[in-house]
């Protein structure tokens, strides 16, 4: 069985820089997109990004882009969310999941990490 292991959230100002990880263990099929969804309170999980993880390509939710990159470390199975410039409404609980497409709703992940805490103060 797949795992998935996050860490790295925290309390942040605005403006400021915070990077999650996501090590993947058990992991055999390598036709994964690790994605990075986020929750907020009320609020549905949404899509954040992701990355092929043969290949490295990346796609971003517009919300993201040019703030947020995402990164990978293949001796370690662990991919990488740095988020520059955050935004109190960046403040979530983030998930990485692994599915099999590059812009997948919550429904369509298969292995899910534990979540883990942004809150970005103004």
């Known amino acids: 069985q797949v795992q998935l292991v996050e860490s790295g959230g925290g309390l942040v100002q605005a403006g400021g820089s915070l990077r999650l990880s996501c090590a993947a263990y058990r992991l055999t099929f390598t036709g994964y997109y690790m994605a990075w969804f986020r929750q907020a309170p009320g609020k549905e999980r949404e899509f954040v990004g992701s990355m092929r993880w043969s290949g490295g390509s990346t796609t971003y939710v517009d919300s993201v882009k040019g703030r947020f990159i995402l990164s990978r470390d293949n001796a370690k199975n662990t991919v990488y969310l740095q988020m520059n410039s955050l935004k109190p409404e960046d403040t979530a609980v983030y998930y990485c999941?692994?599915?099999?497409?590059?812009?997948?709703?919550?429904?369509?992940?298969?292995?899910w990490g534990q979540g883990t805490q942004v809150t970005v103060s103004s």
């Open positions: 999941g692994l599915g099999t497409l590059s812009a997948p709703s919550a429904q369509q992940i298969n292995y």
